[in-house]
T-cell receptor, first 115, second 112 residues
Framework: GDSVTQMEGPVTLSEEAFLTINCTYT??????LFWYVQYPGEGLQLLLK?????DKGSNKGFEATYRKETTSFHLEKGSVQVSDSAVYFC??????????????FGRGTSLIVHP | NAGVTQTPKFQVLKTGQSMTLQCAQD?????MYWYRQDPGMGLRLIYY???????DKGEVPNGYNVSRLNKREFSLRLESAAPSQTSVYFC???????????FGDGTRLSIL
């Protein structure tokens, strides 16, 4: 079945540091890929997405490129802020044999940014 | 924009009690989902509904039932609560095809 593996956290950075959170996936079909962010006490929110190979999703300074050859979708940001402290989830959505799109999530990576 | 609304936000139950978690969305989405989130486990799918009138089991359905009351509403019922069901429960919805999900703010459920 489909699966998503992302780096374990917590990732601890100083403000203005460069961020990379690794995400790799396995899928039988041609999935869409997503990054979601969860702030304390809230639900997940879509951060960015990519629907086909070589697409780059971007939002709020975050970027991720759909790499089919390496089955990866790593999240990057050039300069993190304290307000970026949150849990980040990598996910894919693929068509099941039953004809439904069921998302598969990674376990989440906690990011802590210090001033 | 309300998006996905979950009620209640917090609940404490005793073992063996029953309760229903409510979820409603106002985005005219076909698909709705229930997840539980536990520390170190990420999100696990309990049940989903691909369209009004259909429901299917996810990864961890035991001990739960669901009802897709109409296109807007998708409820999750615990018939006889157990301490292992202490968790944060999230409802989500999505549009047709490979669309991203929209999540509610969660229900924090403790079972003593």
């Amino acid at each position: 079945g489909d699966s998503v593996t992302q780096m374990e956290g917590p990732v601890t950075l100083s403000e203005e540091a460069f961020l990379t959170i690794n995400c790799t996936y396995t899928a039988t079909g041609y999935p869409s890929l997503f990054w979601y962010v969860q702030y304390p006490g809230e639900g997940l929110q879509l951060l960015l997405k990519a629907t086909k190979a070589d697409d780059k999703g971007s939002n709020k300074g975050f970027e991720a490129t759909y790499r089919k050859e390496t089955t990866s979708f790593h999240l990057e940001k050039g300069s993190v802020q304290v307000s970026d402290s949150a849990v980040y989830f990598c996910a894919l959505s693929d068509l099941t044999s039953g004809g439904s799109y069921i998302p598969t999530f990674g376990r989440g990576t906690s990011l802590i940014v210090h001033p | 924009n309300a998006g996905v609304t979950q009620t209640p936000k917090f609940q404490v139950l005793k073992t063996g009690q029953s309760m229903t978690l409510q979820c409603a969305q106002d985005m005219n989405h076909n698909s709705m989902y229930w997840y539980r989130q536990d520390p170190g486990m990420g999100l696990r799918l309990i049940y989903y509904s691909a369209s009004e009138g259909t429901t299917d089991k996810g990864e961890v359905p035991n001990g739960y039932n669901v009802s897709r009351l109409n296109k807007r509403e998708f409820s999750l019922r615990l018939e006889s609560a157990a301490p292992s069901q202490t968790s944060v429960y999230f409802c989500a919805s999505s549009g047709t095809g490979n669309q991203p999900q929209h999540f509610g703010d969660g229900t924090r459920l403790s079972i003593l």
